[in-house]
């Protein structure tokens, strides 16, 4: 957990009303501030939610939002925020899902507000606010344990990496904010960790507040009013302690601070994500490397150790090889996921020689005089006991609330790594987030399912907490056209073949039918590798760019190549299904090729399937659809994104059509009109916009 600020700091004095809700009424109204002021668009759905925001904040409520595509929802929640946090001398935390929206909040949302609040005198008071992004400790590099890393590479690195470090340090004196993406290319793993801020060796007991990057980072994040961060993190910050761990009587992460979580249809399957366990083979070889390398004779213990303690450290080492050797020989030889169920999947091989290790780890730092050195031991002493009791508790398999399971990955799937997750996360979220005395607002554009909020309430554990929900303003139905095939057949077992040709002939006669750019969603990469062998060679043929998800480029990279070509056509699988922003003809229609169903196989989802079974209710209708749905109207919605966009939606799923789930699925389409297409009147039928 980030150390931000201390349990010493005094607690604020009693703040003055906030005039959010007031001011927001001003800034928001048809002839208002912004409207009037600066001539930007009123919108009747931002005012809305700009006054149900700033009301929520001001009673410290939690809040749901939905705002459909066009609402402008990053204002409505930024300036009554940033008014409060200032009234209130709180801090305002910012929580999104994906990079591009933490990256337009960051360079275009929160200037325009600055540009907003300058723009009259009684916003002037507000104009000055300060924001930060707030970043894991391991990005950033230590100055303080770059010093004593260079200091000590003879004990610590073997000879080829001393250049390593020696590129990081010439890149040091350079460097305006010491993060590692910024050093290009990126450093070594196995040396970066000798230098990074995410150690107890990097405080303010130890380093320079203006020399060491991670030090400044914290000075701008306690002087924040507006703090930017991803759900990754904030969750990954709440399971280490948050505000609670500080004391603090209200507030998620820092005391007293308020939180609007953006793209909140992502928070329960983050928050399960981060609310369980992850063990891996290469994490802990990483750990214990990092106290000794028996091979390379380097490490913390080759200076502060001796034979002993490194011995130790070579016989955990090889527990660990047992370890997971075993589970993988054993259990992961044919699949690369498997649920455990009950204990005794391994014997503890390992537990004797980390409780070894730790006793000898804790008696070397004894011996050391207060200082650094002593609390990097005593750092590493934390992280195995920590690392021995969840290893214990996975292989108990004691908790009924908790789905344990153990999976493969790595470019040579020798990666095994240990997992537990919430079956229900609700409980932890309501924990965590609802019940800490503040506002706390989740929003998107897709929260509903068939127009119900309810199950996304359930799910978070946020039954009581007031839901709104509004439409977006964009005219859908003189922009937005919807086809949807009645004639591909469904994967079978017989006709697996038959339905991919059937797939990969609708998915080049529509792409190609539409001058601008298509981008084409499926659920299965399998299938979305075997289209592109059959369809690349007809695009290339057009002249027409293609681009496809796992080749060279992230999905961001993709996303703007898209944008450039203009006529682009983009093949994608999971990620892109949401935050994709392409605006304009470079994105004129979204083909989706399967509705997104999830197969409950993974043992997240059969554990909460078998959990709403024995409760009585169906898996299906209360898990898989709305998930589902939810994953269908985000992909729908990557096509419109301003208000003079067109394009078109195509479906190539029958069951759309045939199923009686079908109908909530077009029912939640913004465009309620569509034609049904086959292959023999596809001509007639098909009128891409011009």
């Not at 301003?642 to 939606?649: E, K, L, P, Q, S």
Request: proline share 6%; hydrophobic share 40%.
């Amino acid at each position: 957990m980030i150390g931000l600020r201390d349990d010493t700091d005094s607690a604020p004095p009693p703040p003055p009303p906030s005039h959010a809700p007031a001011l927001a009424a001003k800034l928001f109204v048809e002839g208002g501030w912004l409207h009037d002021g600066l001539q930007l668009e009123h919108r009747p759905q931002q005012e809305q939610m700009a006054r149900t925001v700033a009301a929520a904040m001001k009673a410290d409520e939690p809040l749901l939002f939905e705002a459909g595509t066009g609402v402008g929802k990053s204002l409505a929640y930024l300036l009554p925020g940033i008014i409060h946090a200032i009234d209130q001398s709180r801090q305002m935390i910012v929580s999104t899902h994906t990079i591009a929206l933490q990256e337009q909040i960051e360079t275009k949302d929160l200037p325009l507000c600055r540009r907003v609040l300058k723009s009259r005198p009684e916003l002037k008071p507000y104009a000055d606010f300060k924001s930060a992004v707030l970043v894991g400790k391991s990005n950033y590099l230590c100055t303080t344990r770059l010093a004593a890393a260079l200091r000590d590479k003879q004990e610590l690195f073997a000879t080829p990496e001393h250049s390593e470090l020696q590129r990081i340090a010439t890149w040091a004196a350079t460097t305006s904010e010491g993060l590692r993406h910024e050093l290009s290319p990126a450093p070594a793993s196995e040396v970066w960790e000798w230098v990074s801020a995410d150690s107890s060796a990097c405080s303010r007991k130890h380093c320079d507040g203006e020399r060491c990057f991670y030090q400044r980072a914290r000075a701008r994040i306690r002087l924040a009013n507006v703090i930017v961060v991803n759900h990754s993190l904030l969750f990954t910050h709440i399971n280490a302690g948050g505000a609670a761990e500080r004391g603090g009587a209200r507030g998620v992460l820092f005391p007293d601070d308020f939180v609007v979580l953006d793209e909140a249809h992502t928070v329960p399957e983050v928050a399960t994500e981060h609310f369980g366990l992850r063990l891996s083979s290469y994490g802990t070889d990483r750990m214990l490397k990092y106290l000794y390398n028996p091979k390379t004779k380097r490490g913390l213990l080759a200076k502060h150790g001796g034979p002993v303690e490194q011995q130790l450290v070579a016989d955990a080492l090889e527990a660990a090889v047992q370890f997971f050797g075993f589970l993988q020989d054993r259990l992961l030889d044919k699949q690369p996921i498997v649920r455990v169920r009950s204990e005794g999947a391994c014997e503890p091989w390992l537990d004797g020689p980390l409780l070894a290790l730790i006793k000898a780890v804790g008696l070397r730092a004894d011996k050391l005089d207060e200082g650094r050195d002593r609390d990097e031991l005593l750092d590493q002493r934390g992280r195995l006991k920590t690392y021995q009791t969840s290893l214990k508790q996975w292989l108990a398999v004691a908790d009924e609330k908790f789905v344990y399971w153990l999976e493969r990955s790595g470019r040579r799937q020798n990666i095994v790594t240990l997992r537990t997750a919430p079956i229900d996360v609700a409980p932890y979220v309501r924990e965590e987030l609802l019940q800490r005395n503040t506002a706390v607002v989740f929003t998107s554009a897709t929260l509903a399912t068939g127009g119900q909020i309810e199950p996304f309430q359930h799910r978070i554990g946020a039954d009581d907490a007031r839901a709104v929900v509004v439409n977006s303003p964009f005219d859908y139905q003189r922009h937005m056209r919807v086809y949807v095939a009645a004639d591909i057949p469904l994967p079978t077992a017989q006709g697996a073949r038959l339905a991919i040709e059937s797939l990969a002939d609708y998915i080049r006669f529509c792409a190609l039918r539409v001058a601008g750019g298509s981008l084409v969603l499926f659920t299965s990469y399998n299938d979305m590798r075997l289209i592109a062998d059959i369809v690349a060679g007809d695009f290339t043929r057009e002249n027409r760019p293609f681009f496809m998800q796992g080749q060279d480029f992230s999905r961001t990279e993709l996303t703007r190549r898209l944008q450039e070509a203009g006529n682009g056509i983009l093949f994608g699988t999971d990620s892109f299904w949401a935050g994709v922003d392409v605006p304009g003809p470079a994105l004129s229609q979204v083909i989706i090729t399967r509705l997104p169903f999830d197969p409950p196989t993974h043992p997240v989802a059969e554990a909460k399937s078998e959990w709403i079974r024995d409760q009585g209710g169906n898996p299906f209708n209360e898990l898989t659809l709305p998930d589902a749905l939810i994953k269908f109207r985000q992909g729908v919605g990557r096509l419109i994104r301003t208000a003079t966009d067109r394009g078109i939606v195509t479906i190539l799923d029958s069951r759309i059509l045939a199923k009686t789930y079908g109908q909530l699925f077009l029912d939640s389409l913004p465009q309620s009109q569509f034609t049904k297409l086959t292959r023999e009147l596809r001509n007639a039928q098909f009128h891409p916009f011009a």
